[in-house]
């Protein structure tokens, strides 16, 4: 299952949270890491949906552009007949 960024910013959130309240030094490393890898996961999540709307968007207007070709070519063939 992906993670949202959103989800990914809470999970670090609560890591760094985590990180703070630890008395043991080897815990709060392990935390650290934890937030700091969920970070990273955060922005890849919100890549990766940027790109996808970025694609989709194209390919509506790729759509739409050929749709008015489209009609502009039945146009010009009506006119012609």
């Given at each position: 299952?992906?993670?949202?960024?959103?989800?990914?910013?809470?999970?670090?959130?609560?890591?760094?949270k985590a990180a703070a309240s630890a008395t043991l030094?080897?815990?709060?490393?392990?935390?650290?890491?934890?937030?700091?890898?969920?970070?990273?996961l955060a922005e890849k999540a919100r890549s990766v949906?940027?790109?996808?709307?970025?694609?989709?968007?194209?390919?509506?207007?790729?759509?739409?552009?050929?749709?008015?070709?489209?009609?502009?070519?039945?146009?010009?063939?009506?006119?012609?007949?």
């Open positions: 299952m992906a993670d949202t960024y959103e989800a990914c910013c809470e999970r670090a959130d609560r890591a760094a030094d080897n815990v709060r490393e392990r935390e650290l890491r934890a937030e700091k890898t969920w970070r990273g949906a940027q790109q996808r709307e970025k694609v989709e968007r194209e390919k509506r207007e790729q759509r739409e552009a050929e749709l008015a070709a489209e009609e502009q070519a039945e146009q010009a063939h009506r006119y012609r007949a």
